[in-house]
């Protein structure tokens, strides 16, 4: 770990080794702010008229990679985090501590290991109640990704009538979700949602994906989210395990906790694994998602 300068800011960490950099913010946050495999561009978002602020009232997208409490509730959900977080060195990840917000009494940390010989990161999402009474809420996990990929979330194994008299699966749509815009492939087995920077209109929709995994390819890169899912626990927003929404600027890819009451002094984590591969083909269809997508989430989670 180096603590440097980044985009206007003076504390920020960068962590490292031999496949992949990221760096987060000190002084706002906390923020994954980049994120690069080798000497790749940076596979996160970033807002231009936001780098470099601090202490601002009002919430602000910086960019990169966040946490959050679901369900999204105007303002609850965009308490600031525009100021310095505490930075704990431990042996083999660094704790990332955010003030606890004085409109929630929430305290958000994340955990962040690098792996010393692969383009990997396990990231720890935590929310602490610091309250004095119970809350119900699910982390939520947001990757704000750099334009021009496309996103995959997978859909539950599919079968015959005869053997599935009953639904397997939900699907969570806004309503500004429109199934028709050209932006969303829905697969058979994969549903993908393309981010164009000449849209005007915003896309969101929510999954269960008990297979555990969401990805974003772009520019040869993927980037790809394993998670564990519990078939047993209730998820927030009709029972969405996996968010893809996206605008003019990015594609956010968003995982969610089961929703979980928290008691006073109690915390939640919610775990993703973060893996990069290089020269992977952008996919349009099915076929594209099992022979290039598939193969490196497989191999990814035999090497966790």
């Given at each position: 770990?180096?603590?440097?300068?980044?985009?206007?800011?003076q504390?920020?960490?960068?962590?490292s080794?031999?496949?992949?950099?990221l760096?987060?913010?000190?002084?706002?946050g906390p923020?994954?702010?980049?994120?690069?495999?080798?000497a790749?561009?940076?596979?996160?978002a970033?807002?231009?008229?936001?780098?470099?602020r601090?202490?601002?009232?009002e919430?602000?997208?910086?960019?990169g990679?966040?946490?959050?409490?679901?369900?999204?509730?105007?303002?609850?959900?965009?308490?600031?985090?525009?100021?310095?977080?505490t930075?704990?060195p431990?042996?083999?990840?660094?704790?990332?501590?955010?003030?606890v917000?004085?409109t929630t009494?929430?305290?958000?940390?994340?955990?962040?290991?690098?792996?010393?010989?692969?383009?990997?990161?396990?990231v720890v999402?935590?929310?602490?109640?610091?309250?004095?009474?119970?809350?119900?809420?699910?982390?939520?996990?947001?990757?704000?990704m750099a334009?021009?990929?496309?996103?995959?979330?997978p859909?539950?194994p599919?079968?015959?009538?005869?053997?599935?008299l009953?639904?397997?699966?939900?699907?969570?749509?806004?309503?500004?979700?429109?199934?028709a815009?050209?932006?969303?492939?829905?697969?058979?087995r994969?549903?993908?949602?393309?981010?164009d920077?000449?849209?005007?209109?915003?896309?969101?929709?929510?999954?269960?994906?008990?297979?555990?995994?969401?990805?974003?390819?772009r520019?040869?890169?993927?980037?790809?989210k394993?998670?564990?899912?519990?078939?047993?626990?209730?998820?927030?927003?009709?029972?969405?395990a996996?968010?893809?929404?996206t605008?003019t600027r990015?594609?956010?890819?968003?995982?969610?906790g089961p929703l979980?009451t928290?008691?006073p002094?109690?915390?939640?984590?919610?775990v993703?694994q973060?893996?990069?591969?290089?020269e992977?083909?952008?996919?349009t269809?099915d076929?594209?998602?099992?022979?290039h997508?598939?193969?490196?989430?497989?191999?990814?989670?035999?090497?966790t």
């Amino acid at each position: 770990m180096e603590k440097i300068a980044y985009q206007g800011w003076q504390n920020c960490y960068r962590l490292s080794n031999a496949h992949l950099t990221l760096i987060v913010t000190g002084d706002v946050g906390p923020r994954v702010i980049d994120l690069r495999l080798g000497a790749g561009e940076n596979l996160f978002a970033q807002y231009a008229e936001w780098l470099g602020r601090t202490g601002d009232a009002e919430w602000h997208n910086y960019g990169g990679h966040r946490l959050w409490h679901a369900p999204e509730v105007a303002p609850r959900t965009y308490a600031p985090d525009n100021s310095p977080v505490t930075v704990e060195p431990h042996p083999d990840f660094v704790r990332f501590i955010q003030p606890v917000e004085a409109t929630t009494g929430i305290e958000k940390s994340l955990d962040l290991h690098l792996d010393p010989h692969a383009a990997r990161v396990k990231v720890v999402h935590r929310l602490r109640n610091t309250n004095l009474w119970a809350i119900t809420l699910a982390p939520w996990a947001l990757s704000v990704m750099a334009p021009g990929g496309v996103a995959i979330a997978p859909l539950p194994p599919r079968g015959s009538h005869v053997e599935n008299l009953l639904p397997t699966s939900t699907l969570a749509l806004w309503a500004y979700t429109n199934m028709a815009d050209s932006r969303w492939t829905w697969g058979e087995r994969y549903v993908l949602l393309r981010q164009d920077p000449q849209a005007t209109t915003p896309q969101k929709a929510g999954f269960a994906v008990p297979d555990g995994w969401v990805a974003y390819a772009r520019a040869g890169q993927l980037f790809v989210k394993t998670f564990a899912y519990d078939v047993t626990a209730c998820y927030p927003d009709l029972g969405s395990a996996v968010e893809l929404f996206t605008n003019t600027r990015m594609l956010e890819v968003e995982t969610l906790g089961p929703l979980t009451t928290l008691e006073p002094g109690a915390a939640v984590e919610h775990v993703e694994q973060w893996q990069l591969f290089d020269e992977v083909p952008l996919p349009t269809n099915d076929a594209d998602v099992r022979a290039h997508i598939l193969p490196h989430v497989q191999a990814g989670r035999e090497g966790t």
